[in-house]
């Protein structure tokens, strides 16, 4: 059966209906890495650390207010049966735009 097409309601940023939720979140740049296998809490964490490392090497400003943590987005593409070392998943944070800074 195809879905029914969500009503849109530019007042509301979350869409519900069913087991599917449909969130609008604002553009950011994002430097992310890939790795494989089961994306657990602890494989995210050592994954985001590699990734704060490296931008850290490179003089990459993250775009996290100062003495906030930062946050970050996973992404999994794989169904759940997919032998782990196939499986690919990404973790991303929020970096600043180097075009966009200001040199003043």
């Known amino acids: 059966q195809i879905p029914e097409p969500l009503a849109q309601d530019e007042s509301k940023s979350v869409y519900e209906t069913g087991n599917i939720l449909i ?3 604002p553009p950011a740049r994002l430097a992310v890495r890939r790795f494989p296998g089961f994306a657990t809490a602890g494989e995210q964490a ?3 650390e590699i990734l704060l490392a ?3 090497l490179d003089d990459v ?3 996290v207010p100062h003495g906030q943590t930062v946050g970050h987005v996973l992404f999994q ?3 759940p049966y997919t032998v782990p070392v196939l499986r690919r998943n990404e973790i991303a944070v929020p970096v600043v735009n180097p075009d966009a ?3 003043d």
């Open 77 to 79: 593409y794989n169904p």
């Open 101 to 103: 800074v200001d040199n």
């Open 23 to 25: 969130q609008d979140i």
């Open 46 to 48: 050592r994954q985001k």
């Open 54 to 56: 490296a931008l850290s």
């Open 61 to 63: 400003e993250l775009d």
